[in-house]
């Protein structure tokens, strides 16, 4: 499985970015969860928000419920975070990762994730 992120930028506080994440490969399927993660620096991993693709659950980090939106393209194998109402704090290097059967429990954890993107950098001017 491949995965290529995109979509990150520089913006002001208070602004919106989207990001997106493509994935692909033959082994791509309806087992996997998708989601996104942000490191900022000498930060561990944190999760954000992914989608179990076999059934579209979904599932949000503490700190962006309400202010985020995650949302896929099942026909494109895309994953998109639509970021709103921005701040600093937020500046990181958003990963996408993809995880094969996951359960409900282990979404957030990002050290069950078979797959990586590259990263995006998200840059939150104040």
């Known amino acids: 499985v491949q995965l290529q992120a995109s979509g990150g930028g520089l913006v002001q506080a208070g602004g919106s970015l989207r990001l997106s994440c493509a994935a692909s490969?033959?082994?791509?399927?309806?087992?996997?969860?998708v989601a996104w993660f942000r490191q900022a620096p000498g930060k561990e991993r944190e999760f954000v928000a992914g989608i179990r693709w076999r059934d579209g659950f979904t599932a949000y980090g503490d700190s962006v419920k309400g202010r985020f939106i995650t949302s896929r393209d099942s026909a494109r194998n895309t994953l998109y975070l639509q970021m709103n109402t921005l701040k600093s704090e937020y500046t990181a290097v958003y990963y996408c990762g993809a995880l094969r059967d996951a359960i409900v429990s282990s979404i957030q954890s990002p050290s069950l994730y078979q797959y990586w993107g590259q990263g995006t950098l998200v840059t939150v001017s104040s």
């Open positions: 490969g033959p082994t791509f399927s309806r087992r996997y969860t």
